[in-house]
């Protein structure tokens, strides 16, 4: 599942982290890649260790575990510490797949299963041409450009690119995450579910006795399936 998450941060949010990020040490994006991503990726990136990238980053999986959409999808287990990038004058990624496990470069001391997949847009769109990211999925590649401060969340597994920068720059946050239930179609269905409830629960109140019913069916089904 696609799923665009808006509103992570507001504008001003946006404008602030940008202010942080754009004066950090840019460098060579390969500094995280796997083999095959190394030989597909041309774009920059913060050093993870950077000073300015980990007060950043924390900013966003604060942000993340906040967002009820977002915590409703992923149903996150962990979420591997945020990074950024830069896109412009021509930079691009191409088609690749990320990596199936993640882990921090001081040892190894965060290390998951990557489930799913996340892009935080922090440039508007109207600010840079190209940089669209195309998601490879079952009924075709779905391309995603969105204003800045919303997400777009798809699994891990997906093929995936992001087009050439040709105008302006495209900076972002992505990250990756170990979700509470691996199954890409159980979470789907339990991600449904929760928001057919909560649409049940606003027309009927949360006493009423299908939500509490349907309310203990969810939890079950997470209970069953839930790896912690």
């Known amino acids: 599942m696609l799923l665009h998450i808006p509103g992570v941060f507001t504008k001003a ?58 915590v409703a999808a992923a149903l996150p287990h962990t979420i591997f510490p945020p990074l950024f990038n830069r896109y412009q004058g021509g930079e691009t990624f191409g088609v690749h797949v990320d ?16 489930d799913l997949s996340a892009t935080l847009f922090l440039s508007e769109p109207e600010d840079y041409d190209g940089g669209e990211l195309v998601v490879e999925e079952m009924y075709g590649p779905q391309v995603v450009k969105l204003p800045a401060g919303d997400l777009v969340l798809y699994p891990s597994k997906s093929l995936h690119r992001v087009t050439p920068v040709t105008r302006g720059a495209r900076v972002s ?11 890409d179609g159980d979470r789907e269905m339990l991600f ?11 027309e009927k109140g949360p006493t009423d006795q299908a939500v509490i019913e349907l309310t203990g069916v969810y939890h079950n089904l997470l209970r069953r399936w839930a790896e912690v």
Do not use: C, Y
Not at 19 to 42: E, I, M, V, Y
């Open 13 to 70: 949010e946006v404008a602030e982290l940008r202010r942080r990020l754009d004066a950090g040490p840019w460098t060579d994006g390969n500094l995280t890649s796997g083999h095959q991503a190394a030989s597909a990726k041309n774009n920059q990136q913060l050093p993870e260790d950077s000073a300015i990238a980990r007060e950043v980053s924390a900013l966003v999986e604060q942000a993340l575990k906040a967002h009820p959409m977002f």
């Open 99 to 114: 990596n199936a496990i993640r882990q921090s470069r001081d040892g190894g001391t965060i290390r998951i299963r990557s």
């Open 173 to 183: 946050s992505f990250l990756w995450l170990q979700s509470l239930i691996r199954d």
């Open 192 to 202: 449904r579910m929760d928001v057919a409830i909560q649409r049940v629960a606003a």
